[in-house]
């Protein structure tokens, strides 16, 4: 299928786990995908992934807390790929603590990058959809934002603020023809998962339990999320916005 041939995709956090399944499964649609990461390696061998067979990407080291990297990337995506027809707000960052034992200092960290980078990918990019009348914005929450999540609280939030704000922004955007949705996977098998289960024996204990507890009996693979994410940028899904898609093997279900 190549409903997304000559559309321009973001993919921010693309380097890597769900976010690097997301960029393929764009590119395989026909979209050409700018990988917005803080990894250059990981985002240039993204992007090669898809240009080896004939795909077009770019990188763009960016660090979305910061407003004028995210600009930076911004821009050269429309010099190099034409302006944006499709944002994924896929970076995202979690320690699991208990909120007793958080900082300030974490807290800070995770609104950054959970919720202000969302704000300043939708900000630098908005005009390019208003302009065009069209545009496709999926942002990736957490079931942690739904349901809560033990030792997640401050993540949780911050992802929750993601929620509020899209539904708004689809609101908002739903005169311009822009479709605003958000996809909250469940545990998925990713380096950050790997990362935060080496962090500690409680996350170990939690994360490692979740093939028992989810009701399809394992773990979400990046490709599960990437296809619903897909979905939600593709022309099938015109007359779907301001919705929260819980992509976790139905481990949570209201
Ligand atoms: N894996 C899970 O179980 C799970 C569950 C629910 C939600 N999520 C969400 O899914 C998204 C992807 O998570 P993942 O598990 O693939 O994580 P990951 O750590 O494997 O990949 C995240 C990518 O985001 C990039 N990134 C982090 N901070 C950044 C910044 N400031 N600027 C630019 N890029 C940055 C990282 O470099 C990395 O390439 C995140 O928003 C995460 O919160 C993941």
Known sequence: M???????????????GIGRAICLALAARGAAVAIADIRGEDAEATARAIQEPGGRAMFKVTDITDLASVKAMVDRTREILGPVDILVNNAGWDRMTPFAKTTPE??????????????????????????????KIVNISSDAARVGSMGEAVY??????????????????????????????????TPLVEEMK????????????????????????PDDIASAVAFLASPEADFITGQILSVSGGLTMC
Not at 165 to 178: D, Q
Not at 198 to 221: C, N, Q, T, Y
């Open 2 to 16: 190549q409903d997304m041939k000559g559309q321009t995709a973001i993919v921010t956090g693309g380097g890597r």
């Open 106 to 135: 974490f807290w800070d960290t995770i609104i950054a990058i959970n919720f202000k980078g969302v704000l300043h990918m939708v900000h630098a990019t908005m005009g390019d959809m208003i302009e065009k009348n069209r545009g």
């Open 156 to 189: 949780a939030g911050a992802k929750a603020a993601v929620i509020g704000f899209s539904k708004s922004l689809a609101r908002e955007l739903a005169r311009n023809n822009i479709n605003v949705n958000v996809v909250c996977p469940g545990p998925t098998e």
């Open 198 to 221: 080496k962090d500690g024996a409680f996350a170990e204990k939690v994360l490692s339990g979740m093939d028992r507890i989810i009701p399809l009996r394992r773990m979400g693979r």
